[in-house]
């Protein structure tokens, strides 16, 4: 990208940002082997928001259409959700997530996450988790930032089949695939008399 046009660049700039709407601007320098200074001017000239603003926006919009679960119900902050399709959260491990000796995340919270994240996918009013095949592939610490990314593999009539791949940075710490049920209010007062 350094050797581009400005015009060329902002152009490329812009089509990666809608696409990839959380890469900082760092990432973006380093990726186009262009000054942070340049990234933001280029950035500002497109008018397009630093990276918090962003972040809040398009949180702003994936909370507004959750159907399956309350957003209190979420663990970690939504950055994106597109029902039926694919959502990806954040959640930042903090002192509560830890194991006191190890200092690594339990592992429920990284469930959590995952699951509810699959969860949110559903379109429907409501949805259950009927099988996980899980891995996790490495401890995470104190600190981390964690971000799970969720897509919807195949659906048919009421199940739906799930992939959440959960990472640090670039390193992938769980995997999982999830079979889930949508509901709606008549299925779970029938599931009550059974």
């Known amino acids: ?3 581009r046009s400005k015009e060329e660049r902002r152009k490329i ?3 990666e940002l809608s696409k990839h709407p959380f890469f900082t601007d760092d990432e973006l320098a380093e990726k186009y082997k262009v000054s942070v200074s340049t990234i933001r001017l280029d950035r500002g000239e497109l008018g397009i ?3 918090r603003k962003r972040t809040r926006a398009v949180a702003q919009e994936a909370y507004s259409t959750l159907q ?3 957003y209190q119900e979420l663990i970690g902050d939504l950055l994106e959700l597109v029902i039926g399709e694919r959502a990806c959260s954040e959640l930042v491990i903090d002192e509560s997530m830890v ?7 339990r592992g429920h919270y990284l469930f959590a996450q995952a699951n509810s994240l699959a969860i949110a996918l559903v379109d429907a009013p409501m949805a259950l988790t009927g099988s996980v ?3 996790f592939l490495r401890p995470v610490q104190l600190g981390e930032v964690v971000v799970a990314v969720g897509k919807v593999l195949k659906r048919k009539q009421n199940k739906y089949w799930v992939q959440v791949s959960v ?3 670039t390193e992938e710490v769980l995997q999982g695939d999830w079979v889930l049920f949508a509901l709606n209010g008549s299925d779970v007062r029938e599931m009550e008399m059974e």
């Open 1 to 3: 990208m350094g050797r």
């Open 13 to 15: 700039l812009g089509e």
């Open 49 to 51: 928001p630093e990276l």
């Open 68 to 70: 399956s679960l309350d």
């Open 99 to 105: 194991l006191t000796k190890a200092r690594v995340a």
């Open 133 to 135: 095949k899980l891995k």
């Open 167 to 169: 990472h640090v940075g």
